[in-house]
């Protein structure tokens, strides 16, 4: 028996009651119970397309969908990983290796001042006070995009999720390194060490947050072969 239009919006429909938000991993999940349940009702004529999709279901086990979501979601975390690297990488190639040699030349001439530290915490408290208001920006976009009821794909949210986390995780920690240092002044390899480390943060930073949901529908596309369609 082939599957109606409707049976694969029923299906749709019950992946998203099963808590699974994400368009892509609802579409495989579709697929897959699609196949079963026509296998299924095959052998048994007599079984509805509700009692077929019921039992298709029980064989994914007592927490249902919640194993293919989390085997998913470290698949695209991989992904977003390895974009990430290949980002980071970019920055020490030309020419965006002289504008890393520039942070940390900046950073570790600021650092050697008598007054270093408390002069780098009044420029990364209005770095991070930037980045939040970038961080509201992406967390009203996706709000917008629910709205719309627009696909939620996974590794978008990954990417923006991130995005919007990555500022508000780390300016704490590093306020927090830096109430364990002599914020009047540093000495010895302290300032080559702090600015090394920095600019690092400000490196990652600023790829989590501006380069990549600046691109983010490019690497969708290459992810998803059928985005283009589905979002056109």
Not at 3 to 29: G, P, S
Not at 47 to 62: H, N, P, V
Request: hydrophobic share 50%.
């Amino acid at each position: 028996m082939a599957l109606t239009e409707a049976h694969i919006a029923d299906l749709y429909a019950f992946t998203r009651k099963h808590y699974v938000e994400y368009y892509d991993l609802q579409t495989e999940l579709v697929d897959h119970m699609a196949n079963d349940i026509e296998v299924i009702l095959e052998e048994n004529p007599k079984m509805t397309f509700e009692e077929a999709r019921d039992a298709s279901f029980k064989k994914f086990g007592i927490f249902g969908f919640m194993e293919v979501v989390e085997e998913r979601q470290k698949a695209m975390s991989k992904i977003y990983m390895k974009l990430l690297w290949n980002y980071a990488k970019d920055w020490f190639r030309l020419p965006q290796i002289l504008v890393t040699m520039a942070i940390f030349g900046s950073l570790y001439t600021v650092f050697s001042f008598e007054n270093g530290g408390l002069i780098f915490v009044a420029f990364f408290l209005l770095l991070c006070l930037i980045l939040f208001a970038k961080t509201i920006a992406l967390n009203r976009k996706i709000k917008q995009k629910q709205k719309a009821n627009k696909k939620l794909w996974l590794l978008e949210d990954i990417i923006f999720r991130n995005a919007s986390m990555g500022t508000l995780f780390i300016g704490p920690q590093i306020f927090q390194i830096l109430t364990f240092t002599d914020t009047s002044g540093f000495t010895g390899c302290v300032p080559l060490i702090c600015a090394v480390v920095f600019t690092v943060v400000i490196i990652y930073t600023y790829i989590s947050v501006v380069v990549l949901p600046k691109n983010a529908t490019f690497h969708l596309q290459n992810t998803y072969p059928e985005y283009r369609l589905v979002e056109s």
